[in-house]
């Protein structure tokens, strides 16, 4: 694999703020890598910097292979590009003027700018609404005309910063399925993010990021993994006899049995140790009232990186 | 999602310069054609925008001109001699609001978008100046209409309508390029205004609009022989009230140079506009 993006002690000041702050980032072609922070954390001006939109005011930055500073055109022929916010100068032009137009500006051959115009409003379900004005979309319209407009030249590599930000339930679970789409077909995706159940559900990696540093990075599971075992909480007429059974099997860390009678199996996979879990309670005949489990969350591990809650930050910023 | 909506498409080899210049045209074009369906929508936008500059002919011409020493503006006609000043006045106040949509699209955020796709650094501008410049021509064929019914006899005929356009064209560049490289500088609309509030009077009433530069003040009239209005409108009114001339050329490329020197600081305020983006 070839790295896609490659920033090396990434620095950006504004006046005494350091929004960035000696930032390592590596991203892999191929995968949809996540950047989690609470708000202020810096994940717009480290997009904004890989974008070629802002400076660095120190450190490296590659992507596509180019230079930011250097070869900015460059790789602006290779990236799309989707911002957090949504502007509203565009309120005059239809959805199809809007994206013909960029369509042109990343010059599309003349010829094809309609065709491609209507693929793309086809792809994010807008083909419908495409002679409607902006203005008359409602936000995550207008999210999804931005995202068919960040694939009008096509990419190697898409840049989200907030994808749902602002978003319905549903609109949400359609921009999560083009990402996964995407990927499918082989564009690499870098998304900012401060929604921990769409890092968790969308990024094969994640970076995640405070105060302009990054704090860890992994694969979701493995980092929370890292903060410790899912626990399973079973209660049952009959705690001790089950306890004994599955005493001994390789997926339990170990068990206790709660003052309320509940059993607790620590184990390293939930998902892998309920079925084992509940077919040797059945082999033995020990009826369960309830089976619940827990996992750790990103925001746990958030919080043992960095002894504060990920979530708390999100509302008081 | 078809497979061949996301198929790997390897930016063209560019650096030809024909493909250069081709692909600035498209920019240029797919802008300009966002304005004009902007104007599109906006109907009554050009209703008055050209109305406007023909009724103050009308009052400059038979009212002040009632007013003006015959022996100081060199003609009898004072609205022939006027024309060119509104032409100018009006191209000024059209630079203002040829800038205004670029401002908006930095403080909504657009402008990041546009800077954040493979364009030419020059292709917004230009496409605001072709923008303003067909509206300008409206503006001057409406003046010159207004001008005829109102008895004005061209010396030159009809080349001195088409020297007025060229003029037009050449000012406007200028003016668009200055105020688009004014609205990336500012840090918000406020300022904007308040600068081209402050400006923009000064820079008409400061040249030969309404008076002759000979007729000046001394120190206005040194402004004047500064000011790049003047040989815009010098280079207008010789065609309308005296006839053939070399000064018209004199006037046409000091205006010229002029413009071309505004688009260099327009482009590269495009790109340094807040003094630490990637150029
Ligand atoms: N143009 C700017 N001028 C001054 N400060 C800025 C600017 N852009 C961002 N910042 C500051 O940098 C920090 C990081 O902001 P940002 O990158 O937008 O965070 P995030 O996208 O993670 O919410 C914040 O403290 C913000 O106030
Ligand atoms: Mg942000």
């Known amino acids: 694999m070839t790295a896609m993006i490659e920033a090396r002690s990434l620095v950006r000041t504004f006046g005494s703020t350091r929004a960035v702050d000696d930032l390592d980032l590596q991203v892999e072609s191929g995968e949809i890598f996540g950047l989690l922070g609470p708000n202020g954390a810096g994940k717009t001006t480290t997009i904004r910097i890989l974008a070629t939109l802002l400076a660095p005011s120190g450190g490296t930055a590659r992507v596509c292979g180019f230079d930011v500073m250097t070869h900015p055109q460059e790789i602006r022929r290779r990236i799309g590009y989707v911002m957090q916010k949504i502007s509203p100068t565009r309120n005059l032009l239809t959805g199809r003027q809007c994206i013909e137009m960029e369509a042109s500006l990343y010059h599309v051959p003349r010829r094809e700018v309609r065709a491609r115009a209507e693929e793309l409003l086809g792809l994010v379900g807008l083909l419908p609404h495409a002679d409607r004005l902006f203005s008359q979309y409602s936000g995550g319209m207008q999210k999804r005309l931005d995202l068919a407009c960040g694939l009008l030249h096509r990419p190697q590599l898409l840049i989200l910063d907030e994808p749902s930000l602002g978003l319905d339930v549903q609109s949400r679970h359609k921009v999560w399925d083009y990402i996964h789409d995407l990927r499918r077909q082989g564009v690499t995706i870098l998304l900012a993010t401060n929604y921990l159940d769409e890092a968790d559900r969308l990024c094969d990696r994640l970076t995640i990021i405070d105060r302009g540093r990054v704090v860890v990075t992994g694969t979701p599971s493995d980092l929370k993994r890292a903060v410790g075992a899912d626990v399973i909480q079973v209660t049952t007429a009959e705690p001790a006899p089950l306890a004994a059974a599955i005493a001994g099997q390789p997926w339990l860390q170990r068990h206790a049995v709660s003052e309320a009678g509940e059993l607790h199996a620590h184990v390293t996979d939930a998902a892998a140790a309920l079925p084992a879990l509940m077919g040797i309670a059945a082999a033995s005949s020990i009826p369960l009232e309830t089976v619940t489990y827990t996992r750790p969350t990103l925001d746990d591990v958030f919080l043992l990186h960095t002894g504060r809650e990920l979530r708390e930050e999100e509302v008081t910023a | ?279």
């Not at chain 2, 902007?38 to 023909?54: T, Y």
């Not at chain 2, 493979?118 to 410049?133: A, D, E, G, H, L």
């Not at chain 2, 050449?170 to 609205?183: I, M, Q």
């Not at chain 2, 305020?269 to 003094?275: I, L």
């Open chain 2, 1 to 279: 999602m078809t497979e061949q909506a996301i198929a790997r498409e390897t930016p063209a080899t560019r650096g030809s310069t024909t493909a250069a210049i081709s692909d600035w045209a498209q920019e240029v074009t797919a802008l300009a054609k966002r304005w004009f369906i902007e104007l599109g929508r906006e109907r009554l936008n050009l209703v008055f925008s050209v109305a406007q500059p023909a009724i103050w002919l009308i009052f400059f011409g038979s009212g002040i001109g009632r007013a003006v020493d015959r022996q100081v503006i060199g003609t009898s006609d004072y609205t022939g001699f006027t024309l060119p000043g509104i032409v100018a006045f009006t191209v000024v106040g059209g630079g203002v609001a040829a800038a205004m949509p670029l401002m908006w699209d930095k403080e909504g955020g657009y402008l990041d978008k546009l800077m954040s796709m493979p364009i030419s650094r020059s292709s917004i501008i230009v496409s605001r100046f072709v923008y303003q410049f067909v509206l300008a021509s409206f503006q001057v064929a409406a003046l010159v209409v207004v001008a005829l019914l109102a008895g004005v006899s061209f010396e030159l005929g009809p080349l001195a309508v088409v020297i007025i356009l060229a003029t037009a064209g050449l000012l406007s560049l200028a003016v668009t390029a200055s105020f688009s490289a004014l609205a990336y500088w500012v840090p918000g609309h406020g300022t904007f205004f308040a600068i081209t509030g402050f400006i923009t009077l000064p820079l008409v009433f400061m040249s030969n609009a309404f008076v002759p530069v000979e007729a000046l003040p001394r120190w206005m009239e040194i402004v004047a022989r500064l000011n790049p209005l003047t040989y815009a409108i010098e280079a207008m009114r010789l065609p309308i009230i005296k006839g053939w001339d070399g000064d018209i050329l004199v006037a046409l490329g000091v205006l010229g140079a002029f413009s071309l020197a505004c688009l260099a600081v327009g482009a590269s305020q495009f790109n340094r506009q807040t003094a630490d983006r990637v150029q």
